[in-house]
């Protein structure tokens, strides 16, 4: 049990509360039952937005009389071209891991089918728009030309004094034939967070079965913990990345006493703690003993309080311009899961040139070191340059 929980609200949002019954584990599908006053258009904007239609799909599939047809016709459109996704993202990622391994390239998959296939047992029942793939750093550039070979095109990203490997962790790339794109990663969370070196992630892979040709993957725990990190830096604005974590603890044998002295080693028990929170509030989740330390804390408690209003408003952070509000709100959710030190190392970052800084002031690039120097000064002039605007 968790001593204390965070209080979520969903009486105003019955679309809300029956998307959560639906998801929660326990229940069976003739057992739940919609309320004659739900906004059928205003639900399944809800299951998009969370990225669930395949689980919702099925427990509702058998309801015909519960549910409107066209609602369960939406809904399997959505898991028919889900499931021709994955099956595609499937391919691919068969054919570049053997491409990358003729090169002598080691790669991890982070998500995509091997770990819907490991969470769900099914590739189709976890939405995925993209294969993410895990690299050592010195390899980076080798891995990209042989990107460049097959088709894909780099993300445009401007950059000055190697920027994108401060503030980034991980480089897109687009097929325009194919329409797939793969993230490639040098690290698995972005700085200041505490990196986990690629060799210790490999000495623990598993290898998946989702093909004939084996793809490595990562460990269960290193797969606990890299999806409760995600879902934290993103304010868990979608559930189906607690639902993962629901998946994952009730599925998988996962060692609790090694996995807790992981996130207290990378400094993540506080993100630990908000995503079991979070995770048993929605889904009634199971908090193994061995994390309750972790978990029935004040700290862990708030983060869990601060990312709710995120989940309830159906909240988008990668679409731009966000409201001032909401941007000033993430911002300030995103400092409070730091801990003191990476709080200390995100200030110093934040005196890293980027490439606002070179369209604000032109110099040659022989000269650029100076931009460390003209930061704060050339931060400063955009800010009030901006208020005097607005």
Not at 211 to 233: C, N, V
Not at 323 to 349: A, G
């Amino acid at each position: 049990m968790i001593d204390k929980q965070p209080i979520i609200d969903t009486s105003q949002s019955k679309e809300l509360d029956f998307l959560l019954a639906l998801l929660r584990e326990e229940n069976k599908s003739e057992e739940i039952i919609p309320s004659k006053e739900i906004n059928w258009s205003y639900f399944l904007k809800l299951v998009k937005h969370h990225r669930v239609c395949p689980l919702v799909y099925l427990k509702l599939k058998d309801t015909p009389d519960a549910v409107p047809s066209n609602v369960i016709e939406v809904l399997f459109q959505e898991y028919k071209k889900n499931t021709f996704k994955m099956l595609q993202l499937t391919g691919e990622m068969e054919t570049l891991d053997k491409v990358f391994k003729g090169n002598d390239i080691e790669t991890l998959c982070l998500k995509g089918p091997p770990v819907a296939y490991d969470l769900f047992g099914d590739i189709s029942l976890r939405m995925s728009k993209d294969l993410d793939i895990l690299v050592r750093e010195e390899e980076l550039e080798k891995a990209e030309s042989i990107l460049f070979s097959l088709g894909y095109e780099k993300e445009k990203v401007s950059t000055v004094l190697n920027e994108i490997k401060w503030r980034h962790h991980h480089i897109a790339y687009y097929h325009p034939n194919k329409k797939i794109q793969v993230e490639v990663h040098w690290r698995l969370q972005p700085r200041p967070m505490k990196r986990t070196s690629f060799q210790e992630l490999w000495s623990r892979k598993r290898e998946s079965q989702v093909t004939q040709h084996p793809i490595s993957f990562i460990g269960k725990e290193d797969l606990l913990l890299y999806l409760i990190s995600h879902g934290a830096r993103h304010g868990w604005f979608r559930l189906r990345w607690l639902k993962d974590i629901d998946q994952i603890v009730r599925k998988k044998d996962i060692n609790y006493k090694y996995f807790s002295e992981l996130a207290i080693k990378y400094q993540q028990k506080n993100l630990v703690g908000q995503a079991f929170q979070l995770a048993n509030l929605f889904f009634q989740t199971p908090v193994h003993e061995e994390l309750r330390h972790i978990v029935n804390t004040k700290v862990a408690n708030q983060l869990a309080e601060k990312a709710i209003p995120f989940i309830k408003e159906m909240v988008q952070f990668h679409v731009h311009p966000q409201p001032k509000n909401l941007e000033k709100s993430y911002k300030n959710y995103l400092f409070s899961i730091k801990t003191k030190r990476q709080k200390c190392n995100f200030l110093i970052i934040l005196f890293y040139p980027n490439s606002l800084d070179e369209r604000t002031f032109r110099l040659p690039k022989n000269l650029y070191f100076l931009y460390f120097l003209l930061r704060p000064f050339l931060w400063s002039w955009r800010k009030l340059k901006k208020s005097v605007l607005f």
